[in-house]
């Protein structure tokens, strides 16, 4: 074998060696990379479900509240303005919540109240 022959044959085995550990190389930062966007999106996730419960808090106190109260379920029954004006005026601020609105089964609303709007 001549010079120029082993010389070619040595760069073509040191250029498959090289290509070899660069493919090793790019899987193992692949991996660590793929874990860092899965821990990532997991810390977004849970910021995300924290401000959720956060922001639900109020809006669970007042419909739980509402679910039970007798009065609520007479003024569905029978609307009156000056008893929803009396009763569920103030709720918005009390529950520190920007709105809410009760329906009937038909899902026709009774009474809107909306405080912080976009």
């Known amino acids: 074998m001549s010079v120029k022959s082993s010389f070619f044959v040595l760069a073509m085995l040191t250029f ?18 793929n874990t860092m966007a899965e821990n990532y ?14 922001k639900s808090d109020p809006m669970k106190k007042q419909a739980l ?20 004006e009396d009763n569920l005026k103030g709720s918005s601020v009390q529950f520190n919540i920007d709105g809410f609105y009760i329906l009937n089964q038909s899902k026709k609303y009774f009474f809107l109240s909306l405080q912080n709007l976009f």
């Open 41 to 54: 999106a997991r810390e977004l996730t849970s910021g995300f479900k924290q401000l959720l419960l956060l």
């Open 16 to 33: 498959l060696v090289a290509i070899g550990v660069q493919s090793f190389m790019w899987m193992s930062e692949r991996k660590s990379v």
């Open 65 to 84: 509240d509402y679910a039970i109260w007798n009065d609520l379920v007479n003024f569905v029954e029978d609307p009156t303005p000056e008893w929803a």
